[in-house]
Every structure is written in structure tokens, then in C-alpha cells.
């Protein structure tokens, strides 16, 4: 069993940065690799960015490449999401999940996580 916490949402204007993260527990963390997820209302979940066990390999969906960096510190058992110029299309709940199948992370798809975080809260206003 593993727990994941998130933290680091708000509310914000375009153009804004903002760091999220995500606290695991349960399990040792380098074991799993991590995955950020978002949905709007209305919307579906999707994939925003992943990241290897090792942190050597990382994915990102095209809407948030360039401007959003996904990294980890096993040692502190956290995986971070940095978001940077962001837009009001960002606006979502962002989750973040874990996976013992590191075929999921290249595959975008959130069937494989077995994990997942309460969410937090990300508001960009125009």
C-alpha cells in the first residue's frame, strides 16, 4: 500500500509559476514511478507528465511541454511538478500516482497506476 499527498495548488494569474508536490508513504518510494494527472470540470483525466523510478526518463504531454518540468527526490520520497507560464487552460484538479509498470509512464495512460493522490487544486485566472 501507498499513500500520496498533494500539496502546492492555488489560485494564480497567466503567467504565473507554481511548484506542486507530491508526498509518498507505504512503500519505498524509488520503487514506483510517478505520473501527474489533471481533469477540468467537465472533462476527463489526463495526462500532464511522468517520470522513471530512477528519474532518468521523463514524459510530457505536448500541451505543457516546455513550460511544466517533472522531478523527483527519492531520498525525501517526493515527486514535484513545476509549472511555469501558466494559462487558464491549466486550470484542473492535478493528481499525481504511482506504478509498479513502467510500460504505463511512455503510454500516457492512467490504467496501470495503481495509486493516487487526493488532488490540488490549480486556478489560473486570465
Known amino acids: 500500500q501507498v499513500q500520496l499527498v498533494e500539496s502546492g495548488g492555488g489560485l494564480v494569474q497567466a503567467g504565473d509559476s507554481l511548484r506542486l508536490s507530491c508526498a509518498a508513504s507505504?512503500?519505498?518510494?524509488?520503487?514506483?514511478?510517478m505520473g501527474w494527472f489533471r481533469q477540468a470540470p467537465g472533462k476527463g483525466r489526463e495526462f500532464v507528465a511522468a517520470?522513471?523510478?530512477?528519474?532518468?526518463?521523463?514524459y510530457y504531454a505536448d500541451s505543457v511541454k516546455g513550460r511544466f518540468t517533472i522531478s523527483r527526490d527519492n531520498a525525501k520520497n517526493t515527486v514535484y511538478l513545476q509549472m511555469n507560464s501558466l494559462k487558464p487552460e491549466d486550470t484542473a484538479v492535478y493528481y499525481c500516482?504511482?506504478?509498479?509498470?513502467?510500460?504505463?509512464?511512455?503510454?500516457?495512460?492512467?490504467?496501470?497506476?495503481?495509486?493516487w493522490g487526493q488532488g490540488t487544486q490549480v486556478t489560473v485566472s486570465s
Open positions: 517520470i522513471s523510478w530512477s528519474g532518468g526518463s521523463t
Open positions: 507505504g512503500r519505498t518510494f524509488s520503487n514506483y514511478g
Open positions: 500516482a504511482a506504478t509498479t509498470r513502467p510500460l504505463m509512464l511512455s503510454s500516457r495512460s492512467p490504467l496501470g497506476y495503481a495509486y
